[in-house]
């Protein structure tokens, strides 16, 4: 008999019938493998024998002392009564199934569902839309990063595997529907909150990302100074990554552009599959000449790079959220930029600088970053903040109180809403209550209706329209009150 046999053989009775413990069956499985029968031919014939008698001798003492064991034990048990339970095997969660539940992730997005509602209440194919589709929101919510997440109820019994067409033209649809609201910067959808149903439904395990794409032709005006300074230091300027082909960065700037609100655009041409991929460190090293050359520049807040046109392109590239580079130090991701940079300060080091220290970095305002991080990170301030001072009714810092107040309220802050309230109203109790009132506020829906400025007294009304997280519309009154010293702002409970 040849070994292949042999060890057919043995497998047969410790493999199938169990009679040994895995490491026993490993061992003999192992010898059998080193066996060499072509040196001992009669030992060949007789293995077989021998194997099968040691095996039958070996299940009959497995036997007998199980046996003997099983009725000592039961013997222990029924003299106490216990109960010998099998032990419990859990089986551990599959992490590639994940959940994100609508209630646990940010605040309800009335609006973007009240759009996706009326999307998807009557069939259409052109949209990609199927009847049994129809009606199949569950909620939208959006968290402080921009990220939504979109809920449906589970359709995918009644629509099993759209064709790629339909799948394309509805996630067109959804992506127009979604992203029309500047704050969204991604997207996640579910079935009823479980993710990966969705992602193996539709075929994409990646969330749904905004496409930045910047024209230069339309994006505020040139900016050739600044475009004049990138080509200089393309030329010559990236010494310290000479191990890398930094011939393809010359010449590599297409254009630059910066509009009113001081947001400059730098194209480069494409030169990804020439330059390479960075490390950590060499992040640093490119990415510290660029922020120290544009943030020279005081008019300029903050920058998107793009390889010809696109944003998404060169985040990809850097391994970077969605976030643009800006004066403030919020971007996310960026390496040793903040430690490299003169011109790059963590909103933690700016919030513990003196009013001095924070005036001799550009900073006269000790409010200025964080009023200015919030209106780069929400629409609704930046758009509320713009009408304030369009009105030319408040300067700059009554707008910034303005909405740090909100912004305060908003996180429930007592201690930061006390700084700016009118004095009557920093009560706790009257804090509280406003708190109460504006936690039940979608931000999201917040416009200003008028300004009006009190001829008598040094006092601007400001009213401002909203909508409750229940979809209601309401309107609040607030009065920003200039006093000597500080400004205040009061509204009635």
Not at 19 to 48: D, M, W, Y
Not at 152 to 172: H, I
Not at 218 to 245: C, I
Request: hydrophobic share 35%; net charge negative.
């Amino acid at each position: 008999m040849d070994e292949k046999k042999i060890k057919e053989s043995i497998e047969h009775y410790i493999g199938k019938e169990k009679l040994f413990t895995p490491q026993v069956r490993n061992r003999v499985l192992s010898n059998a493998h080193k066996s060499k029968p072509q040196r001992n031919p009669l030992i060949n014939r007789l293995l077989p024998t021998f194997t099968l008698l040691f095996l039958s001798i070996g299940a009959v003492i497995f036997v007998f002392f199980s046996i003997g064991q099983n009725d000592e034990l039961s013997t222990a048990n029924k003299g106490n009564k216990e109960t010998v339970e099998k032990p419990v095997i859990v089986e551990p969660v599959d992490p590639s199934h994940l959940v994100m539940e609508l209630s646990s992730h940010g605040e309800q997005f009335q609006k973007l569902e009240d759009d996706l509602r009326k999307i998807m209440l009557t069939p259409n194919l052109e949209l990609g839309i199927l009847e049994s589709m129809n009606d199949s929101i569950n909620g939208v919510s959006i968290d402080e990063k921009g990220m939504v997440l979109v809920e449906f109820k589970d359709f995918r019994s009644e629509v099993p595997s759209p064709s790629s067409e339909l799948k394309t033209a509805f996630l067109g649809t959804l992506y127009d529907a979604i992203f029309k609201y500047s704050e969204v910067k991604s997207t996640q959808f579910s079935f009823d909150g479980n993710l990966t149903a969705w992602q193996e439904w539709i075929g994409i395990m990646e969330p749904m990302f905004r496409q930045y794409v910047f024209d230069l032709n339309t994006h505020g005006q040139a900016f050739p100074e600044l475009e004049n300074d990138l080509n200089n230091l393309m030329q010559d300027g990236f010494k310290q990554l000479s191990f890398r082909n930094t011939e393809v960065l010359k010449n590599s700037v297409n254009g630059v552009s910066i509009n009113e609100e001081g947001i400059v655009v730098i194209e480069f041409k494409d030169f990804r599959s020439d330059f390479g991929s960075l490390t950590s460190n060499e992040k640093g090293l490119f990415l510290a000449p660029l922020s120290d050359i544009v943030f020279k520049y005081p008019k300029v807040n903050a920058v998107y790079f793009t390889f010809e046109e696109s944003f998404n392109d060169w985040c990809e590239w850097l391994e970077f959220t969605y976030e643009p580079m800006n004066r403030y130090g919020e971007s996310l991701d960026m390496g040793d930029l903040n430690t490299d940079s003169p011109n790059f300060y963590s909103l933690e080091e700016l919030a513990k600088m003196t009013p001095d220290e924070l005036k001799a970095i550009g900073y006269p305002n000790p409010n200025e970053f964080e009023v200015k991080s919030l209106v780069a990170k929400h629409s609704y301030y930046k758009k509320m903040y713009q009408i304030l001072l369009d009105g030319k009714l408040i300067d700059d810092e009554a707008a910034g109180i303005f909405i740090l107040y909100l912004e305060g309220l908003k996180n429930k802050d007592k201690k930061e809403v006390k700084k700016y309230a009118q004095h009557s109203l920093t009560m706790d109790t009257d804090i509280e209550s406003l708190i109460e009132m504006y936690k039940n506020i979608d931000y999201s829906s917040f416009s200003i209706e008028s300004i009006i400025h009190s001829e008598g007294e040094p006092v601007t009304e400001v009213n401002l329209n909203f909508k409750q997280k229940d979809g209601s519309s309401n309107s609040s009154q607030l009065y920003i009150e200039f006093y000597e010293s500080e400004i205040r702002i009061n509204e009635f409970l």
